[in-house]
């Protein structure tokens, strides 16, 4: 494998197409933050904005501030989406945010879900890391609190919206929260260093509940589990396999076993990569699958064997993060290989960008996008900056003759 | 095109492999009721129960009784639908129904639409039709004025669910509400005939309500309006057409233009087929695609070129209505043309009925399914035995000789 040439093309696809591609389409000027509805050619298809994409947006800008150095493009683009935020998706009636607001910022949507908060929360976590600004950090720490406020007492939420399910028939819980949780308690332990330990506690406990959702028998992670922490198995819902979802979650825990300094964590972490990974893997048409069944049975959505951007990305992103971590080469190679299928598949070499949907046969669906209420300038900048930031602690060697 | 074969082929597949299908695989012998989430071969992957489904079968399997005489195990799948959902698929503290529950028939989730009730409405019209019992009558008029009453004030709805968006930036309305209510004014005029003239002027009403989701320039007919009936076109939600919904508005509108002796709608309901089956139709893979966007921009639902069975079924009896009601020959070469796409890339050859969900290129997503919370015995028995009856006139012609 030729390091170079890969680092070459990591580094070249980050800062010369995919954050040009958002800065110049999706910045709104007018009223702030960004829009991320955008079509092939990077023009807006929907001015309605997406709540987490302003959050997540804000995160990664001021993420590359923080690795990169402060770039003023970059900067903008942050405080544009955070300054969004704060004018307009937090509910002022009950703290919640929302998921939807117009381009001017009027809410046109608030759902139960505590992920607008959550992107919120890390988005001004960074801020302060970047600015040293004492009033971010406040707001992290108050969402982020308010998050797990939530996850542990469902009832103190302070939305009061009807319940979803009839929970007296079947009460569930979701895999998504204690790894979301997981990842933004990892990103404020690295902004507010002195309340570390604290962080260090929630994060071993999150990981315990996250374990729950291990199917034993596979190693597979469930999406859902009832309550009582039992599998639902006569019910499609209680065996859906997200092989993406747990290829993220298993990075998040390989970070955290780092951090954690826990070695069998660490390979706790491989495992659950290896077993989604070899059960997303489409062997037919090549890619990871969106949706599987645990036991192979059919998958209620209908979308079930698309090809999804941010799947590979977080296949891209684990490969990248356990190489770095255990220096094995077989991550490098399935790194190379996926990044080999994205290049080809996902990566628009007219237009720029990624597209977001793939058929199964890796075709994007048409008309395509490069942009959506869930796809913005995140999963694909996270992995980029990440490998590119690994990759070159591998080409810094020093220059030796017997090379060339 | 031998009008003889098809004709066969219809009555075959309607006698020979549907039906039998739902009857061997679905019905539920002890709990009562229908499952429907059946994979190719037929097995239940899930064992909750749709509440649509429960409604939507004892309609159909009392409309065959109708239309063929009754037959013991049609009526044992109608009646033991009918009485699930009577026993357990309705909120008692407010009258509204769910939308899923257990196997035996433990409420799982509550929605926010009326669909559920405006399938049990219809179900007991139909009983009504088949066995004169008047407690059906009564049944199916009192969940037909709950509609009608929420559909014109949806304040007055005993159901106080949060509002799905805040409808103080924008507020919508969808036209699947006055067009699924047409079709049940028209199915509550067949039955309930004393009170025809009544049924008359609300189906009046809602057609009017209908031509306010058309969009002038293009003659389509857009899924969301704003309340004072303008378009929002700022917001791809404003744009969607769903080929497959108008397809099966216009032949609502076609019965309803005969019902009612309009020839005008008729031709009304002619252009909105055709202005919605070119829209729709893909010109590369061949079928019909799900949604697309008025102005071709991208379509933000993942799946929205997929194939789906049941927007072939509705371009199959509108097909075969418009041929009935115009005597064009052109509506029976599209039949033709249509049931001939369907059979070679919807029908399993193998273990009988439709695949529910083909990738864009008419390949089933795999693992396959048959049945879903959406898809049960209703919209292909519906298109079949409509296609029968109608198919079955043409063939009813004197033995003459001079033929052979």
Redesign the interface.
């Known amino acids: 494998m030729d390091i170079l040439r890969l680092h070459f093309s990591v580094k070249n696809s980050l800062f010369q197409d995919i954050i040009p591609f958002w800065i110049k389409n999706g910045l709104d000027k007018k009223n702030g933050g960004i829009f991320t509805?955008l079509?092939?050619k990077g023009e807006i298809?929907?001015?309605?904005k997406s709540v987490w994409m302003q959050g997540r947006t804000a995160y990664i800008f001021y993420t590359l501030c923080l690795q990169y150095g402060i770039d003023p493009y970059w900067k903008e683009m942050a405080d544009s989406c955070i300054c969004f935020l704060d004018k307009y998706c937090i509910d002022d009636s009950d703290g919640r945010m929302?998921f939807t607001v117009?381009?001017e910022g009027?809410?046109?949507?608030?759902r139960r879900y505590i992920f607008s908060e959550s992107f919120y929360t890390i988005a001004h976590a960074r801020r302060y890391s970047v600015t040293g600004d004492k009033s971010s950090l406040e707001k992290a720490r108050n969402y982020y609190n308010l998050m797990l406020k939530i996850y542990d007492n469902p009832e103190s939420d302070p939305f009061?919206?009807?319940p979803?399910?009839?929970s007296s028939?079947?009460e569930t819980k979701s895999l998504a929260y204690p790894m979301i949780l997981l990842n933004v308690t990892y990103i404020m332990a690295e902004s507010d260093k002195e309340n570390e330990s604290e962080y260090k506690d929630i994060a071993k406990r999150l990981i315990r509940d996250i374990r729950k959702f291990r199917h034993e028998e596979t190693g597979l992670m469930l999406e859902n589990l009832l309550s009582n922490d039992e599998h639902f198995f006569?019910?499609?819902?209680g065996r859906i396999v997200n092989p993406g979802h747990s290829i993220e979650l298993s990075w998040f825990l390989a970070d955290s076993a780092v951090w954690l300094e826990d070695p069998n964590l660490l390979l706790e972490a491989e495992d659950i990569f290896w077993k989604a990974y070899n059960f997303g893997k489409d062997e037919k048409y090549g890619g990871i699958l969106y949706f599987k069944?645990l036991f192979?049975?059919?998958?209620?959505a209908?979308?079930?064997?698309?090809k999804?951007w941010w799947v590979h990305t977080e296949a891209l992103t684990a490969a990248i993060k356990f190489y770095d971590y255990t220096k094995k080469d077989t991550y490098l190679e399935l790194f190379d290989e996926v990044y080999d299928y994205s290049n080809k598949n996902f990566a628009d070499t007219e237009y720029g960008e990624w597209f977001g949907?793939l058929?199964?046969?890796g075709l994007p669906?048409?008309?395509?996008?490069k942009g959506?209420?869930y796809k913005g300038p995140f999963h694909l900048i996270r992995m980029l900056s990440e490998s590119e930031r690994i990759l070159s602690k591998l080409i810094k060697k020093p220059f030796n003759c017997d090379n060339y």
């Open positions: 509805c079509d092939r298809y929907s001015y309605d929302y117009t381009a009027k809410p046109l949507r608030k009061k919206i009807t979803k399910f009839i028939t079947r006569e019910s499609a819902t069944d192979l049975k059919p998958v209620e209908y979308e079930h064997d698309m999804l949907y058929r199964r046969d669906t048409e008309p395509p996008c959506h209420t």
